[in-house]
């Protein structure tokens, strides 16, 4: 029999709560090992990441006119968010690194940038330009709007290449597509990434898919009308690609 502050506490208590903690502590290493880029983006500091303003971090070191680089991108991709969703429902923690070591030390691969968990962001140094910021600011801000709605991933990727207003895979004016979907467009993440991994222009056919819908029902608002429907839970509809 131990004791505490509110009395005596039986020895098998005593264990569970040491076992619980002990779980915890554990839990927290290997989520610091084995996942870093959720530790790094829970903690930012833990990996020696900077505040450069609320909510953006960058790695040590950086001289002042990197720092200003790093707030401007970050600035003009939250303005050409808010633009297109006329707002902000999001407030993702920015993660930036300038260096390869550091991308790496935070749980980053060979991607520009990515949305980690739908709440932060990470931006590598091939990343550090508003076209990538907002991609990945992009994706957190739909799922946020979404409220737990799932939407096929064609359709997350293309609207983040539209919002981005991406160059690769958007023709400048006019019908914005660059590629036409030529088989169906993957569903899942899993099934994306397999082929985005193998034919990035992936990409500009989904962007593509998105964009011809929205110009043929009604533009930009056309598309925050369908991801305010669900977020009430109605159906995705079945989107067909009007002719160019």
Same mark, same amino acid.
């Given at each position: 029999?131990?004791?505490?502050?509110? @009395?005596?506490?039986?020895?098998?208590a005593?264990?569970?709560?040491?076992?619980v903690?002990?779980l915890?502590?554990a839990?927290?290493?290997?989520?610091?090992?084995?996942f870093p880029?959720?530790?790094?983006?829970?903690?930012?500091?833990?990996?020696?990441?900077?505040?450069?303003?609320p909510?953006?971090?960058a790695?040590?070191?950086?001289?002042?006119?990197?720092?200003?680089?790093?707030?401007?991108?970050? /600035?003009?991709?939250?303005?050409?968010?808010?633009?297109?969703?006329?707002?902000?429902?999001?407030?993702?923690?920015?993660?930036?690194?300038?260096s390869?070591?550091?991308?790496r030390?935070? !749980?980053?691969g @060979?991607?520009?940038?990515i949305?980690?968990?739908?709440?932060a962001?990470?931006?590598?140094?091939?990343?550090?330009?508003?076209?990538?910021a907002?991609?990945?600011?992009t994706?957190v /801000?739909?799922?946020?709007?979404?409220?737990?709605?799932?939407?096929?991933?064609w359709?997350?990727?293309?609207?983040?290449?539209?919002? *981005?207003?991406?160059?690769r895979y958007?023709?400048?004016? !006019?019908d914005?597509?660059?590629?036409?979907?030529?088989r169906?467009?993957?569903?899942t993440? /899993?099934?994306?990434?397999r082929?985005a991994?193998?034919d990035?222009?992936?990409?500009?056919?989904?962007?593509?898919?998105? *964009?011809?819908?929205?110009?043929?029902?009604?533009?930009?608002?056309?598309?925050?009308?369908?991801?305010g429907?669900?977020?009430?839970?109605?159906?995705?509809?079945?989107?067909?690609?009007p002719?160019?």
């Amino acid at each position: 029999m131990t004791s505490s502050a509110f @009395g005596p506490v039986p020895r098998c208590a005593g264990l569970l709560v040491a076992a619980v903690l002990l779980l915890l502590v554990a839990a927290a290493a290997a989520t610091a090992i084995w996942f870093p880029a959720v530790g790094a983006t829970t903690c930012p500091g833990c990996y020696g990441l900077e505040r450069i303003s609320p909510g953006l971090y960058a790695e040590p070191g950086l001289t002042p006119a990197q720092r200003r680089h790093v707030a401007e991108v970050v /600035e003009q991709a939250d303005k050409r968010v808010r633009g297109f969703f006329g707002g902000r429902e999001s407030s993702p923690d920015i993660l930036v690194c300038l260096s390869d070591d550091c991308y790496r030390r935070i !749980g980053g691969g @060979g991607e520009r940038g990515i949305a980690v968990l739908n709440r932060a962001v990470m931006l590598s140094p091939r990343g550090v330009d508003s076209v990538i910021a907002s991609h990945e600011l992009t994706h957190v /801000e739909l799922h946020a709007r979404l409220a737990g709605a799932e939407v096929p991933q064609w359709f997350d990727e293309g609207l983040a290449v539209l919002v *981005s207003d991406d160059p690769r895979y958007l023709a400048p004016t !006019g019908d914005r597509c660059l590629l036409d979907p030529r088989r169906p467009l993957p569903v899942t993440l /899993e099934e994306w990434l397999r082929r985005a991994s193998a034919d990035p222009q992936v990409y500009a056919q989904a962007a593509c898919r998105v *964009s011809r819908w929205a110009q043929a029902n009604g533009g930009q608002e056309s598309l925050q009308a369908l991801i305010g429907r669900l977020s009430t839970g109605h159906a995705f509809p079945d989107i067909q690609i009007p002719p160019p």
